[in-house]
């Protein structure tokens, strides 16, 4: 569903050196299948997810998205509108802090995506209120996110990236500001998510017990990607294949 080949980044820092940030990373992503990825703060991890989101441009490598090429030699081989496009149709994105809008309700919020592509508000409502029911939120449409809970709120952006029936979500730290039976609540389902709506999921996170219920775990060490042989048997040890 998505292949990224030989991916590589660099920032230049004004008055200082090169900093070479990801060296020609190759990841390949199926249908339904949930990937987590860990690894030191700074290592790439946000990087990768932001490149592979079309939210920043490699310097080099290719990107083929549900059969579709993206990026080759240095370009995107569509333009910024149709890549936007792209984006609010294919690709979910969940980040730390939820980013919810404050003067809009949870079904406001939640129907965005599909009102910005349609202009039509009464389905993308109703279509909202249903995933959000999914969701355990059916007495939550009507709150302002500051009415909200940090789970429930966390829930409301799931609920959000999910709206336009995207292929992939991309989330970064998602429960980076949840307690940890929050946490284990969110990413179990993540997981459910991915194999009931074959979504695929892409999550990078610092904890390694819950980067444990994806089908696959990776860390980003020196610019690359590994197989987390250590989550690997935690894996296997909690029968998560």
Not at 6 to 30: E, F
Not at 78 to 94: D, M, P, Y
Not at 100 to 119: G, Q
């Given at each position: 569903?998505l292949i990224?080949?030989n991916?590589?980044?660099s920032?230049?820092?004004?008055?200082k050196?090169?900093?070479?940030i990801?060296?020609?990373?190759?990841?390949?992503?199926?249908?339904?299948?949930?990937?987590t990825?860990?690894?030191a703060s700074?290592?790439g991890?946000?990087?990768?997810?932001?490149l592979?989101?079309?939210l920043d441009?490699?310097?080099s490598?290719?990107?083929?998205f549900?059969?579709?090429?993206l990026?080759?030699?240095?370009?995107?081989t569509?333009?910024?509108k149709?890549?936007?496009r792209?984006?609010?149709?294919?690709?979910?994105?969940?980040?730390?802090?939820h980013?919810?809008?404050?003067d809009?309700t949870?079904?406001e919020?939640?129907?965005?995506p599909?009102?910005?592509?349609?202009?039509?508000?009464?389905?993308?409502?109703?279509?909202?209120?249903?995933?959000l029911e999914?969701?355990?939120l059916?007495?939550?449409?009507?709150?302002?996110?500051s009415?909200?809970?940090?789970?429930?709120?966390?829930?409301?952006?799931i609920a959000r990236?999910?709206?336009?029936?995207?292929?992939?979500?991309?989330?970064d730290?998602?429960s980076?500001?949840?307690?940890?039976q929050n946490?284990?609540?969110?990413?179990e389902?993540?997981?459910?998510?991915?194999?009931?709506?074959?979504?695929s999921f892409?999550?990078?996170t610092?904890?390694?017990e819950?980067?444990?219920?994806a089908?696959?775990?990776?860390?980003?060490?020196d610019?690359h990607?590994?197989p987390s042989?250590?989550?690997?048997?935690?894996?296997h040890?909690?029968?998560?294949?």
């Amino acid at each position: 569903m998505l292949i990224a080949k030989n991916i590589s980044k660099s920032y230049t820092i004004p008055g200082k050196r090169t900093i070479q940030i990801l060296r020609g990373v190759d990841l390949t992503i199926g249908e339904g299948e949930m990937v987590t990825i860990i690894g030191a703060s700074g290592s790439g991890k946000t990087t990768l997810l932001n490149l592979l989101g079309t939210l920043d441009t490699p310097d080099s490598g290719e990107i083929m998205f549900d059969k579709q090429l993206l990026f080759k030699d240095t370009k995107y081989t569509l333009s910024q509108k149709a890549l936007a496009r792209f984006r609010n149709q294919k690709i979910g994105f969940v980040f730390q802090f939820h980013h919810l809008l404050s003067d809009f309700t949870a079904l406001e919020n939640v129907a965005m995506p599909e009102f910005i592509a349609t202009s039509k508000l009464p389905p993308a409502k109703k279509r909202a209120a249903e995933l959000l029911e999914s969701l355990g939120l059916s007495e939550r449409l009507d709150h302002l996110p500051s009415e909200l809970s940090g789970g429930e709120q966390q829930r409301v952006a799931i609920a959000r990236a999910l709206m336009n029936n995207p292929k992939l979500v991309l989330a970064d730290e998602p429960s980076g500001n949840l307690d940890n039976q929050n946490s284990g609540i969110l990413y179990e389902l993540m997981a459910k998510l991915s194999k009931e709506r074959r979504t695929s999921f892409i999550i990078v996170t610092h904890n390694e017990e819950y980067a444990a219920l994806a089908d696959r775990c990776l860390r980003m060490a020196d610019g690359h990607l590994h197989p987390s042989l250590s989550l690997t048997l935690q894996q296997h040890s909690r029968k998560c294949h």
